[in-house]
């Protein structure tokens, strides 16, 4: 199985600076047609998980640009510019290029 | 645009079969290329756990750690998707949640739905 490993697990931000978790994972998430398949949900509180990016750094819909995903093969990065108070939850990184899809442990962002 | 809408019995007794449904909307069960429907749930308080998928080509994957206890199935008339799960424990109360995945769209989860296995 592949291992998802998350950091920090917890993460203090004052509003308007900014915020990185990384995740890093057992084996190369790169699929042969050139994309990486790791995905990064918030799960706010009190709600089910919601889809920031896809693809290792591409946007879903309507999520704000000051989110960012970056990152290749087993390292991946997830960047808030400026941390906003709408942005407090529970932050996963998921693989989805082999089964069984896993996730990291998750990366609790609150407010400083 | 595509709707997941999962939906279930909310509480179910020890040792009986969890039954649940996804409601598809917005879109076909089917489409052509690579695609597969994914159940994945969430124990309260803890995180998120892949129970198994069913694929554009009927395979299914589930995960070891359900041993045999998963049936995962498409249903194209209704245009659902039914994850069920037997000898259901106080371990399997979770939101369950059904989501879609192609090989370049961004996924599409449901909000799920809650479970409580209790007597």
């Known amino acids: 199985d592949i291992v998802m490993t998350q950091s920090p697990v917890s993460l203090s931000v004052t509003p308007g600076e900014p915020a990185s978790i990384s995740c890093r994972s057992s084996?190369?998430?790169?699929?042969?047609?050139?994309?990486?398949?790791l995905d990064w949900y918030l799960q706010k509180p009190g709600q089910s998980p919601q889809l920031l990016i896809y693809l290792g750094s591409n946007r879903a819909s309507g999520v704000p640009d000051r989110f960012s995903g970056s990152g290749s093969g087993t390292d991946f990065t997830l960047k808030i510019n400026t941390m906003e108070a709408e942005d407090v939850g529970v932050y996963y990184c998921m693989q989805a290029l082999h089964n069984p899809l896993t996730f990291g442990g998750g990366t609790k962002v609150d407010i400083k | 645009q595509l709707q997941l809408q999962e939906s279930g019995p909310g509480l179910v007794n020890p040792s009986e079969t969890l039954s649940l449904i996804c409601d598809v909307s917005g879109g076909s069960l089917t489409s052509s290329g690579f695609y597969y429907w994914a159940w994945i749930r969430q124990p309260p308080g803890k995180g998120l756990e892949w129970i198994g998928s069913?694929?554009?080509?009927?395979?299914?994957h589930h995960n070891p750690s359900f041993k045999s206890r998963v049936a995962i199935s498409v249903d194209t008339s209704n245009n659902q998707v039914s994850l069920q799960l037997s000898s259901v424990s106080a371990a399997d109360t979770a939101l369950y949640l059904c989501?879609?995945?192609?090989?370049?769209?961004?996924?599409?989860w449901g909000r799920g739905t809650r479970v409580t296995v209790s007597s």
């Open positions: 989501s879609k995945r192609t090989l370049l769209q961004p996924p599409v």
């Open positions: 084996q190369s998430l790169l699929f042969s047609n050139g994309y990486h398949y």
């Open positions: 069913i694929y554009h080509d009927g395979t299914i």
